[in-house]
């Protein structure tokens, strides 16, 4: 009558895939402790490694949001009783997927108490529903890779059509966090609704050519197709020395460097863990220098 459930944090995007591809790492992730209640009705019974910024209010919350949407799609709303304890491991607003992990891990508990009745396909939608709660809008390239681990294509929303990619052996993320709020929802604003034909084919040229790369693990190729020429230019902006820390990574040997999700965090793609952790270490230090304080991570992919 009770679980206690962790979900990954999230690179979504991967670069160049905006909205369609995204990848889990093994640390930092959130975590949820569900308890089975006599009561019916979901509650959040505590909230930590949030600073006072999380709703406690189970309609606002999107946790308990997300779990009271499943509990009315089954019909059990009045039968059924949860309280919730929500842990977060990771920083709000970060460009991890914070809110995508703290509602898989929320959906993925409450299935469970009720003995699995919904496969990780049937609770991808109400998973994506929680992220239009956070952001106003329904992505699924984090919540996708934080239910089913390793990396995952959207090959489209409407319906939704999820596919599990090949990740090679050598392939590892080093993300660093500069401490400045970069909410994903005036993230999504500032970018243009539309797109030169040019700047598409360039794009999706490189979409198809990172996919083939991972399923040939073909290191140059993902390296060549891994770039954004789409939106990095324009939320590169709100992220403080996101030019000289890309610098840095690629003269370290990334394979390549970019925006995790909408930002600010951002992420170095390599194929060596050792350098993963020199250029997560030389960019913290940088930042530090500049008076701007940072965490940083690295992760198999
Ligand atoms: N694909 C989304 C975006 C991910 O870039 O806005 C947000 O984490």
Redesign the pocket.
Known sequence: NEIRVFAPATV??MICG??IL?FAVDAPGDEVAMYRTTEPGVRIRSIQGDDGRLPLDPDKNTVSACVKMLLQHLGIENEFGVEIELIKHMPIGS?L?SS?ASTVAGLFAINNLLGNPLSKEELLPFCVEGERLA?G?G?A??VAPALFGGITLIRGYEPLDVIKLPVPNDLYAGVVFPKVDVP?RD??QLIKGKVALKDAVTQWGNIAGLIAGLYESDYDLISRSMKDVL?EPTRAILIPEFYEMKQMAMDLGALSFG?S??GPSVVAITKDESIAKQITEKISAHLTAKEIESLHYVSAV
């Open positions: 979504a995007n905006f909205d995204g460009g997927g995508s952001c809008h992505h390239d984090n994903t993230a999504r939106i925006i999700g909408s």
